[in-house]
């Protein structure tokens, strides 16, 4: 795969094949940023509509979760980076060691997400629940724009695992100094990430000084 | 066992020539293969059946209007099967049509690669699409949905009747085949072209489709997380729309415009690219401008992300904010109208052939312009409150989704039939048909112009008796545009058993896809080509001319 040196056939030589995966996944990712626009677009609008409301709902938040995620995912983030160093420095068993931690940590914010959402759950603030109970129509409204937003989140959270764990799994990808396979999962991964930066200010800050 | 696999017995050289169509009969070889040319083969039968589905709709829709009374379908029945034939036709017919199948087939033989650089990737979004259809049929099967194709909140998510989930799920899904699609040409533009086949060298049909590629990938993405919100909504209570919750419903208007206007350029931007190469083939001229045809197609992507708010005039947007929105919508008939200048001014002292794709072509040109015009009318605020949710804007899009794109994928199919089957078709009734379709569309379309300017409302089956006579000739247009679609379907798959060979370069044209066999061998060229001349390079002396092709 990876560490194949002869291209697949529709390709001139191995280096065209090598920009044109990167290039793929770029594009992708683009694209992957103009589906959460639509999120974040819709979470402004709520707070035009309300300002008050939204920073009273957001105050409702469980902000240390969030903090301490951010935190979480930032850090596997930079392994996942450390990973590309790692492989195009001929490091592969640093490299799949950077992976599986990053693996790690994005299962510790999976678990993390899941408490909360259980203290959610507790609190009446799952809409659909039997228990749910909400202060005021807004809350309910705003509640269901954070079960969305981060549950999409979570799901991006999966891929990205899956794509990290394939990478650290292949032996190939890991001996590949051009670091193409790692890269594009380290790549996705950091748009996990960045979606995440955007969603907590959104999601817990706007209301944490309230 | 691969399609390769059956050919062990062969030289690899033989295996190189052999055509595409003949490197395995299998059914399996056709469900997985990864030639880009036999998935647009199977996309072509795809959405063939798609296009029969919305037909026999619009057919339903179109004698329902016969009579000023409701007497053929029901309120419910009639809402239904607008809405059917809106949805089929927007997302399993027309937006796939040409990027698909002729955009699918043609990109990599127009710049020389043997394939596109994700060909699994290709296959997927295949497969992706398929299951959309599906659930999309299912919608059908199961009495349809009434929502229209807009899917408006809070009709959608409250009161609509119907398998209104199935049908969201199925646009949804249909959606990632579309974002595939764009990501593989794109990368396939940047990444496969020939030696040689420098950017400025690329075919007009290769810029249209970078110009809808980067529609595909940037706003497909926004309908996808529209239409999850919008399914949350209906199926757990959830969702950002709900007024009695202080959710905002225009909220919807905007993120499904913001899709939706640019899906409307998703349809056009290709069939601009497929009249580019019929017109210059059709005139053996070179291209008038190349630089401004090929740019006027980006400028026309950038400013489609830029114009939503027009469908919105009326729906209690600010003065300010439609100011501006009409200001820009007006801006896209600065690129439009450079591209219908240009073809022209190609055609102007051109050696023309009136063959079947020419007649498509200048087809699709009047009726772009008649589409264009009115769509400038309808950018204008006062205009657009005295016509809106009239025929008249009915009217409007369909002369440049139908009379324009479909006119193009239809003249893009017979242009390149002879390279995709190794068939010619019979040129008397290609050209019949053309005609045909060009006089039932007008036929079918003018008079929807004079309903909605005199006031008939869009999706209302029950009018005044005044319109009745309008509504009589639109639907006797219907008619003839039926026969003009379903004539090529036969003479085409005739062509097909009895038809005659096709030489490489039946046209004479320029163009890399010429210079290989017809139908092109398994990857496409037995030999890497190398590009050494400008495009359209009409004006020198061909090897090839019209006379001996």
């Excluded at chain 2, 580019?276 to 400013?303: D, M, N, P, R």
């Excluded at chain 2, 929105?325 to 600065?334: G, K, M, N, R, T």
């Amino acid at each position: 795969m990876a560490e194949q040196s002869r291209a697949e056939i529709q390709f001139h030589n191995i280096d065209r094949q090598r920009e044109a995966d990167r290039l793929g996944m770029l594009v992708f990712l683009a694209s992957e940023i103009m589906l959460f626009g639509g999120v974040f677009l819709a979470a402004f609008s709520l707070r035009m509509l309300s300002p008050d409301e939204y920073v009273s709902a957001s105050s409702h938040m469980k902000l240390w979760h969030g903090t301490a995620n951010t935190a979480i995912l930032l850090a596997s983030s930079m392994l996942a980076a450390l990973a590309v160093e790692m492989a195009s420095s001929s490091n592969p068993k640093w490299a799949g060691r950077c992976l599986w931690s990053a693996v790690g940590l994005g299962i510790v914010f999976l678990g993390v997400k899941a408490h909360e959402y259980y203290l959610d759950y507790l609190d009446g603030k799952l809409p659909g629940a039997a228990n749910a109970h909400f202060s005021s129509e807004f809350e309910q409204l705003f509640s269901n724009f954070y079960f969305t937003a981060t549950g999409l989140h979570a799901l991006h959270v999966t891929g990205g695992l899956a794509l990290l764990s394939t990478a650290a799994l292949r032996r190939s990808a890991r001996h590949d100094c051009h670091a193409i396979l790692i890269g594009n999962a380290a790549l996705y991964w950091h748009l996990v990430d960045i979606v995440w930066i955007f969603l907590y200010p959104t999601i817990y800050l706007a209301g944490a000084s309230a | 066992m691969t399609a390769a696999a059956i050919d062990t017995e062969r030289e690899p050289e033989d295996i190189e020539r052999t055509s595409y169509l003949r490197a395995g009969y299998s059914l399996r070889s056709w469900l997985l293969t990864t030639d880009h040319k036999r998935i647009a083969i199977l996309y072509l039968i795809s959405i063939t059946f798609f296009f029969a589905i919305a037909a026999v709709a619009a057919a339903l829709i179109r004698l329902e209007l016969v009579t000023p009374e409701g007497d053929l379908l029901s309120h419910e029945g009639y809402n239904r099967a607008f809405s059917i034939h809106g949805i089929m036709m927007v997302w399993f017919f027309l937006i796939p049509s040409i990027p698909n199948t002729i955009g699918n087939f043609m990109i990599p033989l127009m710049i020389g690669a043997r394939d596109l650089a994700f060909p699994r990737l290709n296959l997927l979004s295949w497969y992706i699409f398929m299951v959309a259809g599906l659930f999309a049929l299912f919608v059908v099967l199961a009495g349809g949905v009434d929502t229209g194709w807009t899917f408006y909140t809070p009709l959608t998510t409250m009161y609509a009747n119907g398998a209104v989930v199935a049908t969201v799920l199925a646009v949804f899904i249909s959606g990632f085949s579309t974002i595939l699609t764009g990501l593989n040409f794109i990368v396939t533009i940047h990444k496969l072209r020939a030696p040689g086949m420098t950017w400025s060298r690329l075919p007009l049909f290769i810029w249209s489709h970078y110009a809808v590629s980067i529609i595909f990938v940037l706003a497909t993405p926004v309908l996808a997380i529209t239409l999850l919100l919008l399914a949350a909504e209906r199926i757990f209570g959830i969702g950002v729309f709900d007024p009695s919750l202080g959710g905002d419903p225009l909220l919807f208007q905007h993120l499904f415009w913001f899709y939706s206007h640019p899906a409307v350029y998703i349809m056009v931007l290709p069939a601009m690219g497929v009249v580019s190469e019929l017109v210059t083939s059709g005139a053996h001229k070179k291209i008038f401008g190349y630089w401004f045809v090929a740019y006027a197609s980006i400028a026309i992507a950038v400013i489609a992300f830029l114009v939503w708010g027009h469908h919105m005039f009326v729906a209690g947007q600010s003065v300010l904010a439609s100011t501006v929105f009409s200001f820009l919508s007006i801006a896209v008939a600065v690129p439009s109208a450079i591209k219908v200048y240009n073809w022209t001014a190609t055609l102007y002292k051109g050696d023309i052939a009136l063959d079947a794709p020419l007649l498509y072509a200048m087809g699709f040109i009047g009726l772009f312009v008649v589409g264009g015009l009115t769509g400038l009318m309808l950018a204008m605020l006062a205009i657009d409150v005295h016509v809106h949710d009239t025929y008249f804007v009915v009217a409007h899009f369909h002369y440049i989704m139908v009379g324009g794109s479909v006119a193009a994928f239809f003249g893009a199919l017979h242009y390149w039939w002879p390279k995709m089957t190794g068939r010619l078709y019979n040129e008397v009734l290609g050209r019949i048909a053309a005609l045909l379709m060009i006089i039932g569309f007008n036929l079918t379309f003018f008079p929807q112009f004079l309903l909605g300017y005199e006031g008939m409302p869009r999706r209302y089956h029950v009018y005044p008796p005044e319109f009745q006579v309008l509504h009589i000739f639109s639907t006797a247009g219907a008619g003839m545009l039926g026969v003009a679609y379903l004539m090529p379907m036969f003479y085409l798959l005739w062509s097909l058993r009895f038809g005659k060979r096709a030489p490489a370069n039946p046209w004479g044209a320029t163009g890399l896809e010429w210079t290989t066999s017809s139908p092109p061998p398994k990857h496409n060229f037995t030999e890497q080509p190398v590009v050494i001349r400008e495009p359209y390079d009409y004006h020198l002396a061909h090897p090839r001319s019209r006379e001996n092709g």
